[in-house]
């Protein structure tokens, strides 16, 4: 008798115990999810609002802060990789300079930051790519290349940063300078795995032509329309370019020695065959792009060392290139649609760097 007795308080004892462990996961559970943001987000599997995608948005260079970040850690985990193909694509687009452009229209985007960074919310893009745009006294392409790229690049799911490379003074325009000084600088900013070198007067006419990094360096400008849509010739890699991390370091970046127009490009088309590596190209319709007819510019005439130096890329691009880079900045601007840096690169032969980088 007495043994039963004892027997059933045990059990009751137990049966305490678990109930009191039970209420204690489901209170700390309770709490849990009312106190993480990220709870709501991960339980309802909904589509966040903008106040949410505002709170979830890491800034470029944030990624340590995320990384010890309950909330955007837990969102970074849910969100899956965005699809290999972008689902809002729309195909050929119309392209017209007659246009008007409203640039506050193209600001009012929720998820643009400052310096004209996005990264889309629904998913976890592929790959983070600089734009570089090399830049001098061109401030009506610069607004049309705004106006048409940010909505393109927006559609085509791309975790992206515009930086403007201005040429300080009125010196001979460098082009492949400013490319690399562009490398520079946006790695500065955030973690970047690709870089897409931009002409600032070609859009392009098909936003399926999307502006992120191949497994072998990409042309992406193939069919312009002043060259009646074909290529001019095979090796060309002018206009509209994108490299990767990987691809622009193997070539030890582009030549700081082309001062005036023309040949540093296909300088670069050379150190790509000289690393053994090939030009990818997007097929002639997806490849359709509108150049914004001008003048020549002043101080950017055709160089004449040009064939001289592309004649030497074998022996010149170990020792000239981003392991050479010398330029300082002189001003940035931070604008909602791009950061323009502008810098100092000094002048042919004569450059006494005042700062030096890397
Ligand atoms: N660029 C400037 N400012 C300059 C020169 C060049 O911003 O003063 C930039 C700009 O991004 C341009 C790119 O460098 O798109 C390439 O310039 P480029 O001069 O090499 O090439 P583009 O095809 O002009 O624009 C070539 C000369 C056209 C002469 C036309 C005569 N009808
Ligand atoms: C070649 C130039 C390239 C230039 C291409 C297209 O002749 O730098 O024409 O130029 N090479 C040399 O001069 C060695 S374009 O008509 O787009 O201005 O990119």
Not at 164 to 169: A, L
Not at 288 to 302: A, F, T, V
Request: proline residues 5%; hydrophobic residues 35%.
């Amino acid at each position: 008798m007495g043994e039963s007795h004892n027997f059933r308080l045990l059990v009751i004892i137990c049966n305490l115990v678990v109930a009191m462990g039970a209420l204690h996961i489901s209170v700390m559970v309770f709490y849990y999810l009312r106190h993480s943001g990220a709870g709501e987000y991960v339980w309802s599997k909904q589509v966040p609002t903008a106040s949410q995608r505002a709170a979830f948005t890491t800034p470029p260079g944030a990624e340590d802060v995320a990384v010890v970040s309950a909330n955007v850690t837990e969102v970074t985990w849910i969100l899956e990789k965005c699809p290999e193909t972008s689902p809002h694509l729309v195909g050929p687009l119309r392209v017209e300079f007659s246009d008007p452009v409203d640039l506050d229209l193209i600001r009012q985007e929720p998820l643009l930051m400052d310096g004209g960074h996005y990264k889309p919310s629904e998913c976890l893009s592929v790959q983070k790519v600089a734009l570089i745009i090399p830049f001098r006294h061109r401030e009506q392409h610069l607004k049309y290349w705004l106006n048409y790229l940010h909505p393109i690049l927006q559609r085509q799911q791309l975790d992206y940063g515009v930086y403007v490379i201005e040429q300080d003074g009125e010196g001979t325009f460098n082009r492949a300078k400013l490319m690399n000084v562009g490398y520079a600088e946006a790695l500065k900013e955030y973690d970047y795995d690709c870089f897409v070198f931009s002409d600032v007067d070609i859009i392009p006419m098909d936003d399926r032509n999307t502006y992120r990094c191949y497994e072998q360096p990409r042309h992406l400008s193939v069919a312009v329309d002043k060259f009646g849509f074909r290529l001019p010739y095979a090796q060309i890699f002018g206009g509209v370019t994108a490299l990767s991390k990987d691809q622009y370091l193997k070539i030890n970046g582009f030549s700081n020695n082309y001062w005036g127009w023309g040949g540093e490009d296909d300088d670069v088309s050379n150190r790509l065959s000289f690393r053994g590596m090939s030009i990818s190209r997007p097929d002639v319709m997806t490849g359709k792009c509108k150049m914004i007819r001008h003048d020549r510019d002043k101080n950017n005439d055709p160089n004449p060392q040009r064939f001289d130096r592309i004649a030497h890329t074998r022996e010149t691009m170990d020792t000239d290139g981003i392991n050479s880079l010398t330029y300082s900045v002189v001003k940035v601007e931070k604008d909602k649609l791009f950061t323009k840096l502008t810098v100092d690169i000094g002048k042919a032969d004569t450059f006494t760097p005042t700062q030096t980088h890397i």
